[in-house]
């Protein structure tokens, strides 16, 4: 299913940029990869919000697998007890992994991260917040060096760096402080 959003059409494997005045405190400054999107709802997980629990304090043998930084990601809202594997090979777009699988060597990855919980909306929330103006879609870029938007080594600048590659005006919202009202 497509949603548009200024003229954009949303689909899986695209990005969601909040704007830098989106005010939930769960979504603020983050960048989320919609891994699916349909008629029922939408699932995706926040790319740039490693959190400081390395993979081996809780799951040892993925540690190998795991793409730098080896840490949990903070993948949203929904389930934070639960883990979320994206992974993949090449620069097809990434899904959801097995962990099993990849613990057990059925599943060869070229790149993983693992998330807890995950950022989900109901059938036509999506929808909503799109008309809102809450996010910006933007498409993925997939590269090698570091400069992959999905397993960025330097997360934490995601937010930033795809915002200024976004056509003007939207590419100055990279620029706008933290905190607005202070500014």
Do not use: C, K
């Not at 777009?93 to 962990?99: A, F, R, S, T």
């Not at 929330?125 to 590269?143: N, T």
Request: glycine letters at 10%; proline letters at 8%; charged letters at 20%.
């Amino acid at each position: 299913m497509e949603l548009r959003s200024n003229g954009e059409r949303v689909r899986a494997g695209q990005l969601l940029l909040a704007r830098p005045d989106m005010v939930d405190p769960n979504f603020a400054r983050t960048v989320v990869y919609l891994i699916e999107h349909d008629e029922n709802g939408s699932l995706g997980v926040v790319l740039n919000r490693p959190m400081g629990v390395a993979v081996s304090a809780h799951l040892e043998a993925l540690e190998p697998a795991v793409s730098y930084p080896v840490v949990f990601f903070e993948g949203g809202p929904v389930a934070p007890g639960t883990v979320v594997g994206l992974g993949g090979s090449g620069y097809s777009p990434p899904g959801l992994v097995d962990l099993d699988a990849v613990v057990s060597g059925d599943v060869q990855l070229e790149f993983l991260r693992l998330y807890a919980g995950y950022a989900g909306w109901a059938a036509g929330q999506l929808q909503e917040e799109l008309a809102s103006g809450s996010w910006i879609v933007a498409a993925a870029q997939r590269r090698s060096l570091g400069a992959d938007d999905l397993f960025s080594p330097r997360p934490e600048e995601l937010w930033r760096r795809v915002l200024s590659r976004q056509p003007s005006p939207i590419a100055r919202m990279a620029l706008y402080p933290e905190d607005l009202i202070a500014n």
